[in-house]
């Protein structure tokens, strides 16, 4: 359900690497996006375009750039730590390439990990819903080593899902699957947009950005023209 209203704003953003000897790296060379609530937007670019940099100021992993990022109406420049580290864990679920799970720990222990700095009376079965909702309820109480590949990115969908959030983030989360399975993890991945969350994908795969409603190609820190389905 896409709607018209911006959740994710960037103006003019850039970021700038230094290093000791005073090399200058531009990252990002003036990225201004407008992602609305309901959107499912892919980001494609080769090693080196940007991406994982875009991916850090999106996610509040990373502050220090300039121009303006609104999220949720909010401009984060204006906010404490605290309340930036408050922000992300209430709005953003990160999923990753390399699944960052608890192999010696269950699939429901794994989805309850948000939950250990706030807590509350229901979380196990807002786990177990999540857990459900990616289709894993057999193996609940299964330590995620025993787990195939596509079904520990599932675990990772589930646990991102624990807190609710408005966005989830996905940095290449097809990357370590076969073909079909990470058709499959896309098609989990369009079934959750469908219900409302907002879906950034980082990729560089064609096949993988195409489940995307609006396809966006970074070059050299830049964006190139926009292709929407």
Request: hydrophobic residues 40%; proline residues 2%.
């Amino acid at each position: 359900m896409v709607t018209n209203q911006p959740i994710i704003e960037l103006e003019n953003i850039k970021k700038t690497y230094r290093t000791s000897a005073d090399i200058e790296t531009k990252a990002l060379r003036g990225i201004s996006l407008a992602i609305n609530e309901g959107d499912f937007v892919a980001i494609m670019g080769a090693s080196g375009s940007g991406k994982s940099s875009l991916m850090s100021i999106i996610g509040l992993l990373d502050r220090q750039f300039e121009g303006t990022y609104k999220l949720n109406g909010k401009e984060i420049a204006e906010l404490s730590d605290n309340q930036l580290s408050e922000l992300r864990s209430e709005s953003i679920g990160f999923i990753f390439q390399q699944f960052n799970l608890l192999k010696r720990t269950s699939v429901l222990e794994n989805v309850l990990l948000p939950t250990t700095y706030k807590s509350g009376p229901d979380d196990e079965r807002r786990a177990l819903q999540a857990i459900k909702q990616v289709g894993l309820e057999k193996f609940i109480n299964n330590h995620t080593s025993q787990l195939s590949g596509g079904q520990m990115q599932r675990v990772a969908i589930a646990r991102a899902l624990m807190m609710n959030p408005s966005i989830l983030l996905a940095d290449e989360p097809t990357g370590n699957l076969d073909h079909n399975t990470a058709h499959e993890i896309m098609e989990l991945f369009k079934k959750i947009n469908k219900q409302g969350t907002t879906i950034v994908l980082i990729t560089h795969e064609d096949d993988i950005a195409d489940f995307a409603d609006r396809k966006l190609a970074l070059f050299d820190g830049q964006f190139r023209k926009e292709r929407s389905r």
